[in-house]
């Protein structure tokens, strides 16, 4: 059934009609469409979505596999060998064309699609009100008439008529073009108001930067403001990596080394005297022979595996280059709450009335006996205790819900929640408490504010109440509640308590209130609330995520610094770092306020050692993230607010949360977490580095079995021998080898001890320095193994085809066996278990049984001028190519007893932690 268009009987526009008309066009109401009619709307009106722009054709991903320069040599070498009547070896050139084109279709068909099912699993959320509950759905479920709700930080997920605004402002720049935030409202514009002027409603698209609102669903997907302009926003240019560039870089490197060698092939031979069209057709197999064509081809599975692995262990790729960036990340800034705790918060300790009130029995899921002296004060009705627990629930957008099994059922921020159950188990029914106290109006929390308040009525009187930081409160307050009765606010009485709660490691928020002289006409608009009184504290606990303190302790172990940056009390912080092994005892705590004093160049120096930040504010999570950056670090941090966002995005990889995160956050970062847990980050550091590993032992592979080709060459013409192989020969070699065992390392494992050394530094090149010594070593090694079993072979028979057979089946075993030396750069072959990577082992032998079938075959005996050869020389064979084993494992033990010096690592990877600064 194709979506209907949404009418309404009214000639005037949404934004020209009252909200009481909106909700009878709409056939809707406060209290939300029913289920049932929110799915026949959705079947009648269809998803809520925009057309994406269209995956690419299979033609273009098709051409796309002829786009490298090194494709371009098998190209031309194919039409030069044709136009010169070599129809075997164009043939043979075309085939190995074919199947490279072939196999990068399907792996990159494969990788787009797998790469689109991972954008999917960040699928954008709305909060619903239907049956007059909360829901958090899919925004594509959304319907006409759905009653959405908005906050600070969300996308807009469809075209909403407002019923109701506090304090929000939403940046509409996608659609008007202009940056400063819009102010909404609730009543009705001019029918002709433009756009820009159309206060009443939040468009698809836009970001709230501000507030909170709800308000009616009036137009979907294609049907929004932004569905008709949609056609000028699809089709973005997904750019280059910053890995890919290098891989290209590198693929015009190596294509010009080869085009060199080739020519130097051609060169000596002329000289040498062979003819100039057989060391033509001689160059041009050696190119080809050479040439790495399926470093494409496995560069794009390699990254594309990665990337799903990733996914499994929760951490959703937004952008490529953070797959390369995390193997290089030598500092996690990372949240305290949801990430490094469970963001699962139980009111512990409350302090009213100059009195701390223990309330442990609430900490179990069925609590024990509430203490008769607690639950006294808390029904006292005027009492400090009492009155806390009021603000906490008045001052509070969560909702909680009783369960037969004598529990709650929660929905809203955690923090709000607890003080939501801490107020229920000690006799505060929220509720009922909410239905006494009308609420008017409220001023929702913003991390710059850092409170919040609510406006109520209660028996002709208007009230304020107020929940915040402490030290923020205190600064609205004049007077505090002590034996019912307001006396002057001892600051440092109250401050003294805060720090004892924080000390033990809780979350504390401060509650006040005041009776106002008159109602205000509009709390958005009133001055900040002053002349409170002080009701009490309220300490939660939150406790540390099991596994995060191991996975600090890893990432210590893998070169990487953690560092925590919290907007919680800075003894709160400290005693969470000092569980979680962040840092010791008496470490250095920076707060907001002390990064406000300090300048640049001041900043610069502290954050070499303080690992905890505390009252931080996202302006100044900025500032740190350019300090560590200023040292050379590799900085990955964390958010979920809208004002994270700047801080995400000047991070080398930005980590916003999947689950309590804001949609800016999530648009901002490179990497989303799908559990808001900061061991994902370790995971995802663990498969950043392997992926680059399996990068880098591809390329390794190729080059080096490239090289082999390539001397065994040059050498046979400086010596004047007859050439080991035809080009026909070399091709099937390049066939052989190189198509199968190349994918298969694309699957590798990553290697035990791959958290367990420093950070890779940032630009450092694909092959390493070790590798380009080894890639000489093993090409000189089976260049000349295959020499020296090529002139055996001919010295004993004079048949200078069984030869050649001999030669082409040897440089065949020589890269098979090599293969298992690139499964790692340092760990012995022998060490690795050799069926942890059963695509390389079943690559291996159909390499091998597909070459023997080919000498045994009468037609690619033809093609490729081989004859069968007898077992005495499959045993000589495979006694010369594993030299090639032996020889790389002798140079890893070399290599790992006169380690390379790393003069360029990460300071922080170099420098040891001692154990005052470090509590395992």
Same mark, same amino acid.
């Given at each position: ?152 930080? %969300? ?16 940046d509409e720049s996608l659609l008007t073009g202009e940056s400063v935030p819009v102010r909404k409202q609730t009543g009705p514009v001019g029918r002709e108001a433009p756009l820009a002027d159309r206060a009443d409603v939040l468009f698809t698209g836009s970001i709230v930067t501000s507030g909170r609102g709800r308000g009616y669903v009036v137009a979907t997907g294609e049907r929004t403001e932004l569905g008709a302009i949609a056609a000028q926003v699809r089709g973005e240019v997904r750019a280059a990596t910053p890995l890919q560039q290098r891989m290209t870089r590198f693929a015009h490197t190596i294509a010009i080394v080869v085009a ?85 918060m139980t009111v512990l300790r409350t302090w009213a009335g100059g009195r701390e009130y223990a309330l442990d029995a609430l900490e179990q899921e069925r609590p024990a006996e509430i203490p008769a002296d607690v639950e006294a004060a808390a029904k006292t009705e005027h009492g400090a205790l009492a009155l806390a627990l009021l603000a906490g629930v008045l001052t509070n957008e969560a909702e909680v819900y009783r369960t037969e099994e004598d529990g709650f059922d929660t929905h809203g921020d955690p923090t709000e929640a607890a003080l939501l159950i801490a107020a229920a188990r000690l006799g505060v029914e929220p509720e009922e408490a ?53 006396? %002057? ?156 966002a700047p801080a995400l995005k000047a991070a080398d990889i930005g980590i916003a949360m999947g689950k309590s995160g804001t949609d800016v956050a999530r648009e901002a970062a490179d990497m989303v977490l799908a559990d808001d847990n900061f061991i994902s980050i370790y995971a995802a550091v663990e498969e950043g580095r392997v992926t680059f590993d399996n990068v880098r032992k591809v390329t390794f592979f190729l080059i080096s079995t490239g090289a082999a080709a390539i001397l065994t060459i040059l050498a046979t013409l400086v010596l004047r021998w007859p050439l080991p192989l035809l080009p026909a020969q070399l091709l099937w070699l ?187």
């Amino acid at each position: 059934m194709n979506p209907q268009p949404l009418t309404h009987r009214s000639e005037s526009p949404w934004h020209a009609l009252p909200v009481s008309e909106v909700e009878s066009a709409l056939d809707t109401g406060p209290h939300g469409l029913s289920p049932a009619e929110a799915g026949s709307r959705l079947v009648r009106y269809g998803p809520n979505q925009l057309k994406e722009a269209p995956p690419p054709s299979d033609l273009v991903i098709l051409l796309h596999q002829f786009t490298s320069p090194l494709i371009y040599i098998l190209v031309i070498a194919a039409l030069i060998t044709l136009y010169l009547g070599d129809y075997i070896d164009a043939a043979v050139i075309g085939v190995v064309l074919l199947l490279n084109a072939v196999i990068g279709f399907i792996q990159e068909r494969r990788a787009e699609h797998a790469v689109r099912a991972l954008m999917r699993l960040i699928v954008p959320q709305a909060r619903a009100v239907r049956d007059g509950r909360d829901y958090e759905i899919e925004s594509r479920e959304l319907v006409p008439g759905d009653l959405v709700l908005v906050e600070s930080g %969300d996308r807009v997920p469809a075209d909403i008529r407002l019923a109701s605004a506090t304090a929000l402002a939403a940046d509409e720049s996608l659609l008007t073009g202009e940056s400063v935030p819009v102010r909404k409202q609730t009543g009705p514009v001019g029918r002709e108001a433009p756009l820009a002027d159309r206060a009443d409603v939040l468009f698809t698209g836009s970001i709230v930067t501000s507030g909170r609102g709800r308000g009616y669903v009036v137009a979907t997907g294609e049907r929004t403001e932004l569905g008709a302009i949609a056609a000028q926003v699809r089709g973005e240019v997904r750019a280059a990596t910053p890995l890919q560039q290098r891989m290209t870089r590198f693929a015009h490197t190596i294509a010009i080394v080869v085009a060199v060698a080739a020519s130097l092939a051609f060169a000596i031979g002329v000289l040498m005297g062979e003819s100039p069209a057989d060391m033509f057709l001689v160059a041009v197999a050696l190119a080809v022979a050479s040439v790495p064509e399926g470093l494409p081809v496995v560069f794009t599975i390699t990254l594309a595996l990665g990337v799903r692995r990733m996914a499994q262990r929760n951490a959703i790729i937004r952008r490529l280059p953070a797959v390369e960036t995390l193997g290089s990340t030598t500092t996690i800034g990372s949240d305290k709450t949801g990430t490094l705790t469970e963001n699962r918060m139980t009111v512990l300790r409350t302090w009213a009335g100059g009195r701390e009130y223990a309330l442990d029995a609430l900490e179990q899921e069925r609590p024990a006996e509430i203490p008769a002296d607690v639950e006294a004060a808390a029904k006292t009705e005027h009492g400090a205790l009492a009155l806390a627990l009021l603000a906490g629930v008045l001052t509070n957008e969560a909702e909680v819900y009783r369960t037969e099994e004598d529990g709650f059922d929660t929905h809203g921020d955690p923090t709000e929640a607890a003080l939501l159950i801490a107020a229920a188990r000690l006799g505060v029914e929220p509720e009922e408490a909410r239905e006494a106290f009308p609420l008017f109006g409220q001023i929702p929390f913003e991390s710059e504010r850092r409170y919040s308040a609510s406006f109520h009525e209660r028996d002709g009187r208007h009230l304020v109440f107020v929940k915040g930081a402490p030290e923020r409160l205190l600064d609205m307050c004049a007077r505090m509640l002590l034996d019912g009765e307001p006396v %002057d606010l001892d600051r440092e009485r109250v401050l003294n308590a805060a720090q004892d709660l924080a000390a033990q490691g809780l979350r504390v928020l401060a509650m006040a209130y005041r009776a106002l002289p008159e109602r205000p006409e509009d709390v958005e608009v009133e001055a900040e609330p002053g002349g409170l009184i002080f009701l009490g504290l309220q300490g939660m606990k939150d406790p540390p995520r099991p596994g995060v303190r191991e996975a600090v302790a890893g990432c210590r172990e893998a070169g990487m610094r953690v560092i925590m940056i919290t907007g919680d009390h800075a003894l709160t912080a400290r005693a969470i770092a000092r569980e979680l092994g962040i840092t010791g005892d008496g470490a250095p705590v920076l707060t907001g306020v002390d990064l406000e004093k300090m300048d640049a160049r001041a900043l610069r120096e502290r954050v070499r050692e303080v690992s905890v930040y505390a009252r931080v504010a996202p302006e100044h999570k900025l500032r740190i993230v350019q300090a560590l950056q200023s040292h050379g670090e590799v900085v990955a941090v964390t958010g979920d607010g809208v004002n994270d966002a700047p801080a995400l995005k000047a991070a080398d990889i930005g980590i916003a949360m999947g689950k309590s995160g804001t949609d800016v956050a999530r648009e901002a970062a490179d990497m989303v977490l799908a559990d808001d847990n900061f061991i994902s980050i370790y995971a995802a550091v663990e498969e950043g580095r392997v992926t680059f590993d399996n990068v880098r032992k591809v390329t390794f592979f190729l080059i080096s079995t490239g090289a082999a080709a390539i001397l065994t060459i040059l050498a046979t013409l400086v010596l004047r021998w007859p050439l080991p192989l035809l080009p026909a020969q070399l091709l099937w070699l390049n066939l052989v080898t190189n198509g199968l065992q190349d994918v298969a390392l694309a699957f590798e494992p990553g290697e035990s001890g791959v958290l367990r050394r420093p950070p890779r530094r940032p630009g450092e090149g694909v092959i390493s320095p070790l590798l380009w010594e080894r890639t000489v070593v093993t090409g000189i090694v089976m260049a000349i193994g295959t020499l020296l079993l090529f002139q055996w072979e001919l010295g004993r028979t004079e048949n200078l085809e069984r030869a050649r057979t001999v030669a082409l089946t040897t440089m065949v075993l020589f890269q098979n066996f090599h293969v298992w030396n690139a499964r790692s750069s340092q760990t012995s072959a022998f060490r690795i278990n050799p069926f942890s990577n059963p695509f390389l082992f079943v690559a291996v032998a159909a390499a091998l049984a597909v070459h023997a079938g080919a000498l045994y075959l009468p037609f690619m005996q033809f093609v490729l001028r081989v004859e069968p050869i007898e077992p005495s020389a499959w045993v000589r064979i495979v006694l010369v190519a594993v030299s090639v084993l032996v020889v790389v494992e002798l140079h890893k033990a070399f290599r790992r007893a006169v380690p390379r010096q790393r003069a360029a690592a990460p300071r922080q990877a170099r420098r040891p932690l001692s154990p005052r600064q470090v509590a395992r």
